[in-house]
């Protein structure tokens, strides 16, 4: 049972990483947030959060 509820929490945790870095691009190229995903995507994982958390990260 534990080892379903840390998969749900990891497959979580990568659906929201991989969001908030998409979004980020998205950001950098102009594009304006469009939905309420993105407007929350841009309130809480900003540019600034995610260099700390992915220091080495360099947008293509």
Known sequence: ???WILL???VFDILISGAAI???TNRHLGIPANNPVAVF???H???EYL???YPNMQLA
């Open 22 to 24: 998409r979004r980020q």
């Open 8 to 10: 749900i929490f990891m």
């Open 45 to 47: 994982y900003t540019d």
């Open 1 to 3: 049972m534990i080892a």
């Open 51 to 53: 260099k700390k958390v």
């Open 41 to 43: 995507l841009d309130e």
